[in-house]
């Protein structure tokens, strides 16, 4: 069986959706010897995984991004580059499918129907032009959690039987890292104290204001002992929250976008990893962390209870109170500490590339 993957958000500056796209493609031909697996439109050989650019050479990226542009016109243009899969695996930089060919995609959340306010405009037209033209049209569907697939068979008005809900992976670095790696990174970047550690976009819907007012509730002693640290670009409408991160506040530290490589050492060095996000479809950072063997903090909303079960401590994403109250359980008990971080190293088996690629071909087999 052949599928062909639309690979085009490698090609540009993204996060989640490129995270997903360059570790599922490669667990994909991993998985199988009898199937294969097209990344389209014609990307082989892709360097290492950076969200703030192209994973491929500009003189390499540029002709792509020209004949996806052209591809969304011309219906034959996507033909000839799917090279007569049995599947047309797409995203939202893709307008539409190939006749004769199965079309599939994958729904990573519903925020642009359920919290437009953290979205532009743009976001939020692309998105629901992605539902008309392939979500509503497709012939299977993947959500990244079981909430993601029942936000989108309610705001979708989707048959539940065309949707399936597959867990996306974690890099296996994550689940090997060590002492050794925090301790580099440390010294890299200068930490030398423990450190609370969120990574991410800097975004309104990632709530990162309610952090910062959790963290200044904290008693002075322990602000004085911990420090706050924040790793991932500024993205769209950060401008309060990044003049707070900016402003030179006592303890809170902005590393800016991390390089991939340094992602799981950084992580492993965290006392307490914290993600009260207002909504995730997955939480990739989440994941991370139990994986590393952090202790974890995070939202008691959206996928965030399937996603973590009980290897996190949960707490009301709106209440800077009930986010400082984590903070403390976490930073003042040790053995509360190490009994999440246990926890959330046995609940991140469940999100192994191989066991997510297996689980997509069976998805894709129905289509043979």
């Known amino acids: 069986m052949r599928i062909s993957v639309d690979a085009s958000p490698l ?82 930089q893709v307008h539409g499918g190939v006749k004769g060919m199965a079309l599939t995609a994958t729904v990573h959340d519903m925020t642009s129907w359920l919290t437009p306010e953290f979205h532009t405009a743009g976001n939020i037209q692309a998105d629901k032009r ?94 004085d002992e911990v420090e706050l640290v924040f790793a991932g670009p500024m993205g769209w409408a950060a401008g309060t929250t990044s003049k707070r991160i900016l402003s030179g506040l006592p303890g809170v530290r902005y590393l800016g976008y991390v390089p991939e490589a340094e992602l799981p050492g950084l992580t492993r060095a965290a006392s307490v990893f914290a993600y009260p996000s207002l909504y995730e479809g997955f939480g990739f950072p989440v994941a991370q962390a139990m994986a590393a063997g952090v202790p974890v903090l995070t939202s008691n909303n959206s996928c965030m209870p399937e996603i973590t079960g009980g290897g996190a401590v949960h707490v009301d994403p709106h209440s800077p109170a009930d986010i400082r109250d984590g903070l403390d359980k976490l930073l003042l008990s040790p053995s509360t500490a190490a009994e999440v971080a246990e926890s959330g190293r046995v609940v991140a088996q469940r999100y192994r590339w191989d066991l997510c690629a297996a689980r997509s071909w069976q998805f894709f087999q129905q289509f043979a």
């Open 11 to 92: 090609l540009l500056r993204s996060a989640g959706v490129k995270n997903y796209l360059y570790h599922w493609i490669q667990a994909l031909q991993r998985a199988s010897s009898e199937h294969s697996v097209d990344a389209y439109p014609f990307i082989r050989n892709v360097g290492e995984l950076t969200h703030e650019s192209s994973v491929m050479s500009l003189v390499h990226t540029a002709p792509r991004i020209a004949w996806l542009l052209a591809s969304n016109h011309f219906a034959l243009t996507r033909r000839m580059a799917t090279r007569n899969a049995q599947v047309f695996h797409v995203t939202n």
């Open 130 to 223: 992605f539902a008309e033209r392939i979500l509503n049209r497709a012939d299977g569907l993947i959500a990244v959690s079981e909430n993601t697939r029942q936000d989108a068979i309610r705001v979708l008005n989707l048959k539940p039987e065309k949707i399936v809900a597959i867990h996306s992976g974690v890099p296996e670095i994550y689940f090997k890292v060590t002492d050794a790696d925090a301790s580099r990174v440390r010294t890299h970047w200068k930490l030398s104290k423990q450190f609370i550690l969120h990574v991410g976009t800097i975004e309104p819907r990632k709530n990162l204001d309610a952090l910062l007012d959790a963290y200044l509730l904290l008693p002075q002693p322990v602000r």
